[in-house]
Structures are given as C-alpha cells and as structure tokens.
C-alpha cells in the first residue's frame, strides 16, 4: 500500500503513468487497485487571502504567507465547489498526539482573528 499526496503541478494520470512506467521498467507482473481520496487544490490570491493576512496582521502583528505545509487538507472537498479555501488554526506541537491540547488563551485569539478576517471581508 502507498499514498500519494500530490500539489496541483501533477495530475492523477500522469501518476499512474509515472508509477507504471517504473514497474515496468523492471519487468514485474503488477496490478493497482487506485483510489482517489481527493484532488488537491490551491486557493489563488484574492479577498480570502487578503482578509485573512490583514486579520492576523491587525490581532497579532504578525505579517504572514500562505503555506501548504500543513498537511493533508479536508478543504480539498470545498475547494471543488470552485470558492476560495483557507485553513487557518492555532499552532499545536501536539495535534493528533495522546493528550492533544491547546491552551484556551490561543483559542481566544484565534476567535479574534476569525472575527478581525470577517471584519476585512465584508467592510
């Protein structure tokens, strides 16, 4: 078993190509049951990524980037709806971790973030 996660740069076939073609290359007697979990996506520039990097910047005073280092996304449900998809949470060194936790006082900020990008998207 193998999982690919891929950037919007490969397509699902050309995958299937490239993995076949290796197989073949060494002569194995191969077969692939493929399942396609999700496709992946990439919110372009625009008013979600401006309210959310104006949001964090007017709470926090931090200047941000979009990142895709976080991992497998649920938004790639959303985003095949053709709208905008951001994920913004709080940093957590314990996610998916025995004991998962996050202390209230970054919940509180986080909300105010939410709140601020809301603010930003419908002044």
Do not use: C
């Not at 999700?38 to 990524?49: D, H, I, S």
């Not at 996304?73 to 709080?90: H, K, M, N």
Request: net charge negative; glycine share 8%; no cysteine.
């Amino acid at each position: 078993m193998f999982n690919f996660r891929f950037s919007t740069e490969s397509t699902v076939e050309g995958l299937k190509q490239r993995v076949a073609t290796i197989l073949d290359k060494h002569g194995l007697d191969w077969h692939i049951d493929w399942a396609l979990s999700g496709l992946p996506f990439l919110t372009e520039p625009g008013a979600l990524l401006d309210a959310v990097a104006s949001g964090i910047r007017t709470v926090t005073g931090r200047e941000t980037r979009p990142s895709t280092t976080g991992g497998t996304s649920d938004g790639r449900f959303i985003a095949t709806l053709g709208t905008q998809v951001v994920e913004l949470g709080p940093v957590n060194a314990t996610i998916h971790q025995i004991d998962e936790r996050i202390l209230a006082s970054d919940l509180d900020l986080l909300s105010d973030i939410y709140y601020q990008t809301l603010v930003e998207l419908f002044a």
